[in-house]
């Protein structure tokens, strides 16, 4: 354990005099409060880390705060060791608060209430996530219950615990998905790193302990072909016409549903050099999306007077199942599936990787590159059309 004193200069007082601050400091981190005591910078030892008495001066208030300096290293010292003897955590944030609390151990929270404390500081999640991790939530509990664990502390919190709650998910809550358990796993794994942040003792091992992602799965899209077919549908029910005029706008854009029901013409887009611009900021990563609002797009803008239908997800996904059932695509169209198809034909027509990512809104070009890499025909073909001719023949 490391004791430092030193002076907070951004708190200077009328009299030119600065607070002293203690530090602690072990490998679990640091932990820092104030000694109670005001020193003069000129009349401060940092090297020392003590008061010195400059000459002519009277010697009293040096040594008062050297003496008050030395009480409290005592004191801490004292409960370290209490620490040690109760067979309790021994932390910065433990030794501080047992010195604060005059040598009674601050109680350490349950895991549930450090989930809790780190879920209350999420203030920037949208309610999808907040839903998401509210659902966390109770499954962690009522793993928990079945365990007779519900007043767990965070460093009793296992790696074996873990790989029950990973079973325990399998086979109670019936999840399937390799990738969904493992943002379960993982968000347990971030409470555990929220309590070491604040000085909570967490066991190592489950802070380490992870699970394979699933198998990137190959984008589900439309080839140029199918979307001309859903392009040229055409049906008397006007609830199939507006989405599949949604679908088009989505093939266009590449906008997530969100912000496809939230497109406002006169606020997300741009006119600069004597083009307009999609410019709109995108709900689920704040990323901003920014591509050229195409003629296509600007048509079906127009036909809507520049104000798209709107239709709930579940309804307009269904609406696209039905016209993918009428022009014979065999897989299921969703929304998801527009975004994808308006990615991958943009890749196919040779736009860059980098720009397909920031007309998409990705935070990261790795995103584009892992969700959307994939070597069909129609890709093999223009490399060998374009190649220069004499090369050496393939092996």
Same mark, same amino acid.
């Given at each position: 354990?490391?004791?430092?004193?030193?002076?907070?200069?951004? &708190?200077?007082?009328?009299?030119?005099?600065?607070?002293?601050?203690?530090?602690?400091?072990?490998?679990?981190?640091?932990?820092?409060?104030?000694?109670?005591?005001?020193?003069?910078?000129?009349?401060?030892?940092?090297?020392?880390?003590?008061?010195?008495?400059?000459?002519?001066?009277?010697?009293?208030?040096?040594?008062?705060?050297?003496?008050? *300096?030395?009480?409290? +290293?005592?004191?801490?010292?004292?409960?370290? #060791?209490?620490?040690?003897?109760?067979? @309790?955590?021994?932390?910065?944030?433990?030794?501080?608060?047992?010195?604060?609390?005059?040598?009674?151990?601050?109680?350490?929270?349950?895991?549930?209430?450090?989930?809790? @404390?780190?879920?209350?500081?999420?203030?920037?999640?949208?309610?999808?996530?907040? +839903?998401?991790?509210?659902?966390?939530?109770?499954?962690?509990?009522?793993?928990?219950?079945?365990?007779?664990?519900?007043? #767990?502390?965070?460093?009793?919190?296992?790696?074996?615990?873990?790989?029950?709650?990973?079973?325990?998910?399998?086979?109670?809550?019936?999840?399937?998905?390799?990738?969904?358990?493992?943002?379960?796993?993982?968000?347990?794994?971030?409470?555990?790193?929220?309590?070491?942040? @604040?000085?909570?003792?967490?066991?190592?091992?489950?802070?380490?302990?992870?699970?394979?992602?699933?198998?990137?799965?190959?984008?589900?899209?439309?080839?140029?072909?199918?979307?001309?077919?859903?392009? &040229?549908?055409?049906?008397?029910?006007?609830?199939?016409?507006?989405?599949?005029?949604?679908?088009?706008?989505?093939?266009?854009?590449?906008?997530?549903?969100?912000? *496809?029901?939230?497109?406002?013409?006169?606020?997300?887009?741009?006119?600069?050099?004597?083009?307009?611009?999609?410019?709109?900021?995108?709900?689920?990563?704040?990323?901003?999306?920014?591509?050229?609002?195409? &003629?296509?797009?600007?048509?079906?803008?127009?036909?809507? &007077?520049?104000?798209?239908?709107?239709?709930?997800?579940?309804?307009?996904?269904?609406?696209?199942?039905? #016209?993918?059932?009428?022009?014979?695509?065999?897989?299921?169209?969703?929304?998801?599936?527009?975004?994808?198809?308006?990615?991958?034909?943009?890749?196919?027509?040779?736009?860059?990787?980098?720009?397909?990512?920031?007309?998409?809104?990705?935070?990261? #070009?790795?995103?584009?590159?892992?969700?959307?890499?994939?070597?069909? *025909?129609? +890709?093999?073909?223009?490399?060998?059309?374009?190649?220069?001719?004499?090369?050496?023949?393939?092996?």
């Amino acid at each position: 354990m490391t004791i430092l004193f030193w002076l907070r200069k951004n &708190a200077t007082n009328r009299k030119g005099e600065c607070p002293v601050w203690c530090s602690i400091s072990m490998h679990q981190g640091k932990s820092e409060f104030s000694c109670r005591v005001n020193a003069n910078p000129s009349e401060w030892n940092q090297v020392r880390q003590r008061a010195e008495c400059r000459p002519g001066r009277n010697g009293a208030q040096a040594d008062y705060i050297n003496a008050h *300096l030395e009480q409290i +290293t005592s004191k801490l010292l004292r409960a370290k #060791i209490q620490l040690q003897a109760q067979d @309790k955590p021994v932390t910065p944030l433990a030794i501080r608060q047992m010195y604060q609390n005059e040598g009674k151990a601050e109680p350490c929270p349950t895991f549930l209430e450090m989930y809790d @404390k780190c879920l209350s500081r999420k203030t920037h999640l949208t309610q999808s996530s907040k +839903t998401k991790y509210s659902y966390l939530r109770t499954a962690t509990e009522q793993f928990l219950a079945g365990q007779n664990a519900l007043a #767990i502390k965070p460093v009793q919190m296992t790696g074996n615990l873990l790989e029950e709650f990973e079973f325990f998910m399998r086979q109670t809550r019936g999840v399937r998905s390799q990738n969904y358990l493992y943002k379960c796993v993982d968000g347990l794994r971030e409470v555990l790193r929220f309590c070491h942040r @604040k000085q909570v003792e967490v066991n190592h091992a489950a802070m380490n302990y992870a699970i394979k992602k699933g198998k990137v799965k190959p984008p589900v899209y439309l080839s140029s072909g199918q979307f001309a077919a859903l392009e &040229a549908f055409t049906h008397p029910n006007a609830c199939l016409v507006r989405a599949r005029d949604l679908a088009a706008f989505q093939r266009y854009t590449g906008l997530a549903y969100v912000d *496809l029901m939230g497109f406002d013409f006169a606020k997300d887009t741009v006119f600069e050099n004597g083009k307009t611009w999609i410019c709109k900021a995108r709900h689920k990563s704040d990323e901003t999306t920014l591509l050229p609002l195409f &003629a296509p797009a600007k048509a079906i803008l127009e036909k809507y &007077a520049y104000k798209l239908p709107h239709l709930s997800n579940q309804k307009y996904n269904d609406y696209l199942g039905t #016209i993918g059932q009428t022009i014979g695509v065999p897989f299921k169209i969703s929304s998801h599936v527009m975004r994808k198809t308006a990615g991958m034909l943009w890749l196919q027509a040779g736009v860059p990787y980098a720009l397909v990512s920031k007309m998409l809104g990705h935070s990261n #070009i790795a995103t584009t590159q892992r969700h959307y890499v994939r070597v069909d *025909l129609r +890709t093999m073909e223009t490399f060998f059309n374009t190649a220069p001719q004499g090369g050496k023949p393939m092996p």
